[in-house]
């Protein structure tokens, strides 16, 4: 189910304790999930082979903050049995540095893999990565963005966070202000996002993009709902047959 964000699902004192209560279950079900896809990350580093095979329009894969590769693999391998190959960027490692630098990392990866168009899968701040080359001089290249769980306009979360990687994810980063004021490619962008996502309070509205909030809880965990799943999918099928 998608539904706009309003103000009244973001009003705690509006919750039903059972509301609460399954907000309560995911948030701590996003934990383990991340935990266990690191490692995964570290028994299996590499991607599949078959990633590397298809005739498609190529997906570029993005993950968030702490983050592998590994954290978008389910919808990869839907997207890749679609005849899509898969680009991932290992020298991203856990996405900790700071945005700038994350982007220009992938731009020197891609400038390895060709000068075809591709489209580019996000999770979180990957999905700011994603804008940013967007806006930057591979632009030609990326036909759209499907970011899932996005800050957009950042987080007030991540002003308190002791660690200052998360911190430049707050909603008074400059870099993202400056970052959120360029709308032109905005109507190219598909926002997937949670109904509660307990790390992005404000939530992943993009004004001119494609938003698509689905009903489920969760940040790290929400990538891998068939919901969330089907709605990437659809999202880049629709991003090939834009004009």
Request: net charge positive.
């Amino acid at each position: 189910m998608t539904r706009p964000l309003t103000p009244d699902h973001l009003t705690p004192a509006r919750l039903t304790p059972t509301e609460l209560l399954r907000r309560g279950v995911g948030w701590v079900d996003d934990y383990r999930h991340i935990l266990g896809i690191q490692l995964k990350a570290r028994l299996h580093p590499d991607p599949p082979p078959a990633f590397a095979e298809g005739d498609g329009v190529p997906i570029l894969v993005l993950p968030g903050i702490y983050e592998p590769w590994h954290s978008l693999e389910r919808i990869a391998r839907d997207l890749n049995r679609r005849g899509h190959p898969i680009i991932v960027v290992p020298e991203l490692g856990l996405n900790v540095a700071e945005l700038r630098a994350s982007a220009r990392t992938v731009a020197q990866a891609l400038r390895a893999t060709g000068s075809g168009h591709l489209i580019v899968l996000a999770h979180s701040k990957g999905g700011l990565i994603g804008k940013a080359l967007m806006l930057g001089p591979l632009r030609k290249r990326i036909l759209g963005l499907v970011a899932i769980a996005t800050p957009f306009e950042g987080s007030k979360h991540a002003r308190w966070f002791p660690d200052p990687t998360v911190r430049m994810l707050s909603d008074q980063a400059p870099h993202l202000e400056s970052l959120h004021a360029r709308a032109e490619v905005n109507a190219r962008i598909y926002s997937i996002y949670a109904s509660f996502d307990p790390h992005i309070p404000g939530g992943c509205e993009l004004a001119g993009a494609h938003n698509i909030e689905v009903d489920v809880v969760g940040h790290f965990r929400l990538v891998e709902h068939p919901r969330v799943r089907r709605a990437a999918i659809e999202s880049v099928n629709a991003l090939l047959t834009t004009p």
